[in-house]
């Protein structure tokens, strides 16, 4: 951990600055936002990788910004992200919306082993892996080349905490997941387990069986699993959190003040690189 | 590689495609059941769930090396959880048509890192027997292409961009992989096969290793 400190310290020595012009290359489907050409963005040159990252990837060519936004289910992210959406389009930015479980390559194999819950965790955790590299090599790297901003629904650290949750090495998920790209921020939506619960109830009116950690046999009971479950998973973020540093968001606010949080901080990192540079 | 003990032995066979090892292991596995030992075989790719994807992104043409190692991985991972650790654990000689070393050598080539690779398999434990079957890559060719009429996209490297034909790319591709597997011969004690000769001498000299590093009394199934 010491070692990485110190080398991301390092790296914020380095960072320079260029001015991207951004806007000439949004996709087809939103010509409407065509007009908003010569948009400027500051954007950092020092990219890297968490580990081993991608064979044959220049993170210097990935121009555009990786936003993600973390928390359980019922903590809003899927909310905050389609205002995040609607809000950086209107201001001419090209968005790509990613998530966990959305890969070509596995996404329904991985749905089906789900169901049939006859695989180790450590299976499950390489699953889901391929899928997240899937989405990163497809979807996340070449939206970031062409220069748009790319909203992750999630991203490796839930992916980091469940492994964790369930017991798997340390080392060897921080090896695996070497491969991904370090976001631009990370939003962390922090909600108490009590509302999280009502907020699940609300939506659904039950709890989901891997949400509830029914895997682990924390309790027969889903109510009383789901709690302990959620909250080893709070541990475990915290403990990340540390290492990746997330930005922690208080979600127990309303949509309308959480938006507003996330927001600025969205415009910090597309305007405030200058003062940080100076 | 982990260190565990295990009171079953793991045999695995290497070799690039096409050196002969799937018919040497096959006959190692038909003399042994015909001793009515507990034996259990198990092949690279094979597990139902993790299979079905596999072979979409291969046909597809969708995977990377990345999501190549992992599909891999995957595949892997199910099968030891679910097969060959707990046969090890009952005292099964367990058989294995590639093993992690397919990963090491077939990953790296591809350009991943190999403490990545190497870390993502380090739950396997080494095998107590592996052989390795060296053939010219003439030689490896021409049994591929003497079973079908032509070479695989993966198998052949085509996702390389080595050469503009199958043939060219699969010399290229699968000489790389030979020189890794070489490269590791020491590190893992590999038992080098001459994958050249003919198919009995090879599965005489397999057969003789076998019966001098195993106790095979030990492993009869119950009367």
């Known amino acids: 951990m010491k070692t990485r400190k110190k080398s991301v310290k390092k790296l914020i020595g380095k960072r320079s600055l ?156 921080k090896n695996l997941y070497g491969i991904a790209l370090e976001p631009d921020a990370v939003f962390y939506l922090n909600v108490s387990t009590e509302k999280l619960i009502e907020r699940n109830f609300l939506k659904s009116h039950s709890l989901d069986y891997w949400e509830s950690g029914m895997d682990l046999g924390l309790s027969q009971d889903w109510f ?27 979600a127990n606010h309303s949509v309308e003040v959480v938006h507003a949080i996330l927001k600025k901080e969205v415009q910090k990192l597309l305007s405030n690189k200058k003062t940080t540079h100076n | 590689m982990a260190k565990t003990e295990f009171k079953g032995k793991l045999i695995a066979v290497e070799g690039v495609d096409g050196s002969g090892k799937s018919t040497q292991i096959q006959l190692l596995r038909r003399w042994l059941e015909s001793q009515r030992l507990k034996v259990f075989f198990s092949q690279w790719n094979s597990s139902e769930l993790v299979k079905s994807a596999t072979s979409k992104g291969k046909k597809k043409e969708l995977l990377t090396p990345t999501t190549f190692s992992l599909i891999h991985a995957t595949d892997f991972a199910d099968r030891y959880d679910r097969q060959l650790a707990p046969m090890l654990k009952a005292g099964y000689i367990v058989l294995c048509d590639r093993y992690v070393f397919t990963a090491y050598v077939r990953d790296t080539v591809r350009g991943c890192d190999p403490d990545w690779v190497h870390e993502l398999y380090s739950f396997a434990v080494k095998p107590d027997l592996t052989f390795l079957f060296k053939a010219d890559l003439e030689v490896s060719l021409g049994r591929i292409l003497s079973g079908r009429p032509e070479l695989k996209f993966f198998e052949a490297g085509m996702d390389l961009h080595l050469a503009p034909t199958r043939e060219e790319s699969f010399k290229i591709f699968q000489g790389r992989m030979l020189e890794k597997y070489v490269e590791m011969k020491d590190e893992f004690g590999f038992t080098v096969i001459d994958a050249n000769g003919s198919i009995e001498k090879q599965q005489s000299e397999v057969r003789k290793l076998v019966a001098s590093q195993l106790d095979l009394s030990r492993f009869a199934l119950p009367k």
Not at chain 1, 28 to 46: C, F, G, M, P
Not at chain 1, 224 to 241: A, C, D, P, V
């Open chain 1, 18 to 173: 260029t001015r991207k012009v951004v806007g000439q290359k949004l996709s087809r489907d939103r010509e409407k936002y065509a007009s908003y050409t010569n948009i400027q963005l500051l954007t950092e040159t020092e990219r890297k990788f968490y580990g081993a990252g991608i064979p044959g990837v220049d993170v210097n060519t990935l121009k555009g910004k990786l936003i993600v936004v973390e928390g359980a289910d019922g903590s809003g992210r899927s909310t905050q992200i389609a205002k995040l959406v609607d809000w950086l389009e209107g201001s001419g930015h090209a968005t790509v919306q990613v998530g966990l479980k959305r890969s070509t390559l596995v996404s329904e194999e991985l749905q089906l082993a789900k169901n049939s819950n006859r695989l180790s965790h450590r299976t499950m955790s390489l699953f889901y892996a391929t899928d997240f590299a899937d989405q990163l090599e497809n979807v996340i790297l070449p939206a970031l080349r062409a220069g748009r901003m790319v909203l992750a629904d999630r991203y490796i650290y839930t992916l980091m905490a469940r492994d964790l949750v369930r017991g798997m090495n340390p080392e060897w998920v």
């Open chain 1, 224 to 250: 009383e699993s789901f709690s302990k479950f959620q909250q080893l998973m709070m541990e475990k973020y915290r403990e990340l959190q540390k290492v990746y540093h997330f930005t922690i968001v208080d």
